[in-house]
């Protein structure tokens, strides 16, 4: 009994190191194709053993990955990091769970191929339907620093990363169970060969295809101006007036090199200004300073993050999370509706307005509003509802110099690839996003978000312009490579020329094909599952 622990307690940290060191330490990306044996492994001994009660174990070996890997939430919010830890190792374990339970009633290779499908359909659900979307450890987001082995996610998105991470760990572990039981023996040579073979391919492979891509020449350049402000988010929020943050962001635009005529997007980060009623851009005082800054710059187009605010006059409310302001004389309601918002303005003085759409659970979103804003009202007495933003229901790309598309992802809006490529098909020629990273402080967070960025220029072969508030700000090209970037934690100014393009990758025309499938394959095998008799 105290063997079998140490050696199961051995496989949950081999299994945990493996798996975080793809989001911890650079270039480490590889050691995902091997990182699910342990956990396999230490399946395969407990159904020989019928351990009794091991949901504990895979359970507490997802969370150990899920702490190690995403800690740094507590920086934010200790209660939120606590519930993103549990509960989605408790998804994890759910799955492996039923794996288990299928393992029971089908043979062979269907229950392995069960847990790829069902892990694979989980993680479509996280990037797309979920309303509680936290994709943060979609196993093909691995690869986020080792962008040389995946350029083919141009065609197969990150979905297609974790297939690759199930079909390498399955295949190893395949010739790992014929070797063990002693099945490998009674195979013929041409057998043994052609296994071999396939699992070699199957690591290799997708390397030797990666080396053999590259993104197509760009087709127009445009010069961009990243402004990294600096500000800590706190005093940002809470004593750092609207003037003097305007005033510090505009001199350091100044300190840029402004001799050349030539059409220049200025970056500003998410949230940089706040309290931005949307019928009253024109008299906010950050526009009006803008306004002013682009009077001597006549050649920029600045793009800034805000905090807007919609009024709404309607008898019914308008959104489940609108705030109920008062009441007309004729019967109305004043609605008040918040947006985390990006906006764009040049010397016209003309603006557009892009709102969020992905939004952050708790902090910016009450998923599933019918349910949970009835329980907290309840909960608080019938006090006021917490703050939550609105997001935009649709994807639309602002427009700069008149006739150039730019897609705007803010924040959290980068971590969804098929949902950025809408930018793309919307016509975005050039994909910029805007965040605010400092919350977690110096830690693998900020560096993780970073990378998720370079993943969304391979796969829509886009140069990507990130601006944010305390780091980092760079320039990635659509091989995923960061031709420049700004240091963390430092006000800072990055100029540079990006590429602009109107191509159309596989993956932006035709989506998630693997996640499609693997949500396919799933129902098709856990049809099989519950309706076939118990072996």
């Known amino acids: 009994m105290k063997n079998r622990t140490l050696i199961f307690l051995s496989l949950a940290l081999g299994f945990t190191l493996l798996m975080s060191l793809p989001w911890l330490v650079p270039h480490m990306g590889w050691t995902a194709l091997v990182g699910l044996l342990p956990l396999l492994i230490m399946e395969r001994l407990a159904s020989e053993q019928k351990v009794k009660h091991f949901w504990w174990w895979h359970y507490g070996t997802f969370v150990l990955w899920n702490a190690v890997t995403t800690w740094w939430i507590a920086g934010a919010t200790v209660g939120g990091a606590v519930f993103a830890v549990l509960a989605n190792a408790l998804q994890m374990s759910v799955i492996f769970g039923s794996f288990r339970w299928v393992k029971r009633r089908t043979a062979g290779v269907l229950p392995y191929l069960f847990l790829a499908a069902a892990w694979m359909a989980w993680e479509r659900y996280y990037l797309t339907v979920a309303e509680i979307s936290w994709p943060w450890l979609v196993l093909g987001n691995a690869f ?32 790992m169970v014929a070797l063990s039981d002693g099945r490998m023996g009674r195979w013929t040579p041409q057998a043994r060969i052609t296994a071999f073979a396939a699992v070699f391919v199957t690591l290799f492979g997708p390397m030797v295809w990666s080396g053999c891509l590259r993104a197509k020449p760009s087709e127009g350049s445009l010069r961009v101006v990243i402004g990294q402000p600096n500000y800590d988010p706190y005093e940002k929020f809470e004593s750092l007036s609207r003037k003097e943050q305007d005033r510090r962001f505009l001199g350091l635009l100044e300190g840029a090199d402004w001799t050349s005529p030539e059409p220049t997007l200025v970056l500003a980060p998410e949230t940089f200004t706040s309290h931005v009623f949307t019928d009253q851009v024109f008299t906010h005082e950050t526009f009006v300073r803008f306004q002013e800054f682009l009077k001597k710059h006549p050649q920029a187009t600045i793009l800034y993050g805000a905090s807007t605010i919609e009024r709404v006059y309607s008898r019914l409310r308008p959104h489940p999370c609108a705030y109920d302001i008062e009441e007309e004389p004729d019967g109305r309601h004043l609605w008040m509706l918040l947006h985390n918002s990006a906006i764009v303005t040049d010397t016209s003085a003309i603006y557009q307005i892009y709102h969020k759409s992905k939004l952050v659970v708790g902090t910016e979103l009450t998923p599933y509003p019918k349910f949970f804003i009835p329980l907290e009202k309840l909960l608080s007495n019938g006090g006021a509802l917490m703050a939550k933003d609105i997001g935009q229901p649709h994807i639309a790309c602002l427009t700069i ?22 930018y793309v098909k919307k016509g975005a020629q050039l994909l910029t996003v805007i965040t605010n990273d400092a919350w977690w402080g110096n830690t693998p967070g900020y560096r993780q978000h970073f990378n998720y960025s370079r993943l969304r220029a391979i796969e829509t072969r ?57 949500v396919f394959l799933f129902l098709l095998l856990a049809a099989a599952a519950i309706f076939r008799p118990k072996k």
């Open 401 to 422: 110099n008149g006739d150039l598309p730019v897609g705007t992802a803010i924040c959290y809006e980068s971590v969804y690839g098929e949902y950025c490529t809408g």
């Open 144 to 175: 986020a620093d080792t962008t040389s082995l995946v350029q083919w996610y141009s065609v197969l998105g990150s979905l297609g990363g974790s297939l690759w991470v199930w079909a390498s760990n399955l295949g190893l572990f395949g010739l």
């Open 462 to 518: 886009r140069w990507v312009a990130r601006c944010g508030n305390t780091g980092v700000s760079a320039l990635i090209d659509p091989e995923g490579h960061v031709v420049k970037r700004t240091p963390w934690w430092e006000p800072a100014i990055l100029e540079g020329t990006v590429g602009l393009s109107t191509e159309q990758t596989f993956f932006v025309q035709y989506g998630d094909m693997v996640g499609r499938v693997a």
